[in-house]
């Protein structure tokens, strides 16, 4: 089988790496540090094709598509319509991450234990909302905003001021001119990828990421500084609960909606006292989440997505006992504006540490053939171990061995949950 997977960050190295076990890859457009024959006897390769044209394109069987961004505009649509099996919903589906308000409104009418919220275009109804309000205040943006656009905050005027910032479109542009406010929630946050096809869903075993940027959650938010499978807080009675009170009634109402779902569906809960809620839907795999979980995967990933594309029942797959834990090492001055082209040291060691491999999310090859920084978010130093402590203490080895100029990654990934696991024992 030839997969074709779209994007180029982290993430898609994930993916491509998972489908090369059993099958080879082009990535469009990937990059060229992602190139690589597997153990296996299958390759990935990257090549600048053009995705609107991998509908007609007889060598690839099947396409992954892995951002968001090209889901919800229709990607995955116009590549069925040339008779191409795509993993990846959409864009009625994609709606889902495309807009907070057809997520929240989707899930109220589906029953799904949510943050109570209103939908807002309006400055003095938005803060007549935000005043009935006790607590946390969560502003979001309406549209993506590449992970960025939402604020939790405990003060009121701060939340004020940034609802006029968005509504303006002085801090989003068109995102922002709609946005949800909602209650804040507390309690652990758990991510749960699910796969997704013929109205079911398979959950893969959930994740933890760090979105701040700094230790102890300090710091802005980022895409993601790190994550781990598992997570001890999400025992299997908590996955089962958010599989029945969330997922499962999201696909019943979508397939009620005439939406026929293909692909991983991203739910993000929080685990509060009175039961896991809903946080957000993502209509992609989680990133670094996916860095943490397919790893894990035993059963062929291939088959895995190439069912779910056609619209199959999807088997459950088999999933390793390993513990896996992955560190980001983020750009200079990231999230604000990273600093690009410092050389980075260390690749070469860092993968020869037993069950490590580093993934690639902001990197490109200068002209010698060095590998450089050029994104915030620039390395995913993955681990796999035996449990979380082995593959922590795996990820962190590696991490040490690897440098560039003013690289920040969280030194306490995964770090409660080898003590919560360590007291549970
Ligand atoms: P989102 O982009 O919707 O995932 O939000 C980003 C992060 O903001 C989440 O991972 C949570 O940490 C936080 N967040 C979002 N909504 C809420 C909420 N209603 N209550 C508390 N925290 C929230
Ligand atoms: N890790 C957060 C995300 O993928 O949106």
Redesign the pocket.
């Known amino acids: 089988m030839l997969v074709g997977v779209i994007g180029s960050g982290a993430r898609e190295h994930a993916i491509a790496s998972a489908l090369a076990r059993t099958a080879d890859v082009i990535l469009i457009p990937g990059n060229p540090a992602m190139e690589a024959a597997t153990a296996e006897g299958f390759s990935i390769r990257c090549e600048d094709l053009d995705p609107e044209l991998l509908g007609e394109n007889s060598e690839i069987d099947l396409v992954v598509i892995g951002p968001e961004a090209p889901l919800v505009d229709g990607l995955a649509d116009r590549l069925r319509a040339g008779g191409k099996p795509v993993f990846g919903p959409g864009a009625d589906g994609a709606q889902l991450e495309g807009s ?1 308000a057809f997520m929240k409104d989707l899930a109220e009418r589906a029953g799904v234990p ?2 109570r ?1 209103g939908v807002f275009t309006d400055l003095g109804a938005a803060e007549e909302f935000l005043s009935t309000l006790e607590g ?1 205040y ?1 502003v ?1 943006t309406d549209g993506l905003a590449a ?1 960025k ?2 604020l ?1 905050t405990a003060d009121l005027d701060e939340a004020r001021a940034d609802v006029r910032d968005k509504l303006s479109g002085l801090s989003f542009g068109e995102a922002g001119r709609r946005v949800i406010i ?5 309690g652990p ?1 758990v991510s749960l990828l699910v796969l997704c096809a013929d109205g079911h869903g398979v959950a893969l075993p959930p994740a933890q ?1 760090f ?1 701040r940027i700094f230790d102890h959650d300090e710091g802005p ?1 980022t895409g993601g500084m790190g994550a781990y499978s598992p997570v001890p807080v999400a025992t299997d009675e908590v996955v089962a609960q958010i599989m029945e009170q969330i997922v499962d009634p999201t696909l019943r109402q979508l397939v009620a909606d005439g939406i026929d779902y293909r692909g991983v569906l991203y739910a ?1 809960c ?1 685990l509060t006292d009175e039961g896991p809620k809903l ?2 839907y ?1 209509i992609r795999f989680g990133d670094p989440e996916a860095e943490v979980v397919l790893p894990r995967i035993k059963s062929d990933f291939a088959e895995l997505c190439l069912s779910v594309a056609e619209g199959r029942h999807i088997t459950p797959p088999v999933i390793s006992t390993d513990a896996t834990v992955c560190v980001v090492m983020a750009a200079s001055n990231y999230p604000a504006t990273p600093r690009t082209g410092d050389r980075i040291h260390g690749l070469g060691k860092a993968d020869t540490v037993s069950g490590v491999q580093v993934f690639h999310a902001g990197t490109r090859t200068g002209a010698a053939g060095e590998v450089v920084t050029a994104g915030g978010r620039v390395l995913c130093v993955s681990a796999r171990g035996a449990d979380l402590d082995d593959a922590r203490d795996l990820a962190y080895q590696a991490v040490e061995l690897i440098s560039f100029e003013g690289a920040q990654f969280r030194s306490d990934i995964a770090q409660e949950a080898v003590i919560m696991t360590k007291n549970n024992r």
């Open positions: 907070k949510s943050a919220y946390k969560v979001k992970g656009g939402v939790v909602e209650e804040g929630m507390t946050e990421d979105k938010n993000g929080m946080i957000e993502n």
